[in-house]
């Protein structure tokens, strides 16, 4: 089977730090886009960041709500993507979801991205 | 940052019934909208790509239509698996932005 996993969440104090684990089975991250989303409770889905394979240069974004706090790297040789994240704040609880990006076509033959493999998320708790 | 404006926030509607919710963007995404489903505890899944492709498994009753700044989905036959969280989606441009939701709900 396919899938993604998420672990490493849990609760952690304001201004703490947790870094989350996503890991693959059944395929390998070498070549995958891997996004970051997260869902606070009750709420909607808000992409927080992510890194390019390593063929297209490895390289991360980020929502502007968090950079300069989280940092999503990858270790090759375990196949596995972290999200680093410190300074945490109460609005940072949420589920957080790694996903894969892949490219498909449009009617016109143009790339776009979308989201077709997720994790089932892990909750992080930032509170006192 | 593009913002994606999703209506109606919520609905209820009925078994077999022709529903569509719109996504408005602020600025032209050429194609680049994807339409996720979300049931309760679950990670979304996919639903269209591309503003109208349909992934494989993805039943037909789905589809999607739009281009530029307005996009609608639209399920043909409501079924009772349908009833969940819809979100569109814009991968035009970094940083990627989701619309607010669309629950639908039993009528």
């Known amino acids: 089977e396919v899938k993604l996993v998420e672990s490493g969440g849990g609760l952690v104090k304001p201004g703490g730090s947790l870094r989350l684990s996503c890991a693959a089975s059944?395929?390998?991250?070498?070549?995958?886009?891997v996004n970051w989303v997260r869902q606070a409770p009750g709420k909607g889905l808000e992409w927080v960041g992510r890194?390019?394979?390593?063929?297209?240069?490895?390289?991360?974004d980020y929502a502007s709500p968090v950079k300069d706090r989280f940092t999503i790297s990858r270790d090759a040789s375990r196949d596995t993507l972290y999200l680093e994240m410190k300074s945490l704040k109460s609005d940072d609880t949420a589920v957080y979801y790694c996903?894969?990006?892949?490219?498909?076509?449009?009617?016109?033959?143009?790339?776009?991205?979308?989201?077709?493999?997720w994790g089932r998320g892990t909750l992080v708790t930032v509170s006192s | 940052d593009i913002q994606m404006t999703q209506s109606p926030s919520s609905l209820s509607a009925s078994i077999g019934d022709r529903i569509t919710i719109t996504c408005r963007a602020s600025?032209?995404?050429?194609?680049?909208l994807n339409w996720y489903q979300q049931k309760p505890g679950q990670a979304p899944n996919v639903l269209i790509y591309?503003?109208?492709r349909l992934p494989t498994g993805v039943p037909s009753r789905f589809s999607g239509s739009g281009s530029g700044t307005d996009f609608t989905l639209t399920i043909s036959s409501l079924q009772p698996e349908d009833f969940a969280t819809y979100y569109c989606?814009?991968?035009?441009?970094?940083?990627?932005?989701f619309g607010g939701g669309t629950k639908v709900e039993i009528k």
């Open positions: 996903c894969r990006a892949v490219q498909g076509v449009d009617d016109y033959g143009e790339g776009v991205w979308h989201f077709d493999l």
């Open positions: 059944g395929i390998s991250l070498f070549h995958g886009w």
């Open positions: 600025q032209s995404l050429s194609r680049s």
């Open positions: 890194i390019k394979s390593i063929p297209d240069g490895g390289t991360t």
């Open positions: 591309a503003a109208s």
């Open positions: 989606q814009q991968t035009y441009s970094t940083p990627l932005t």
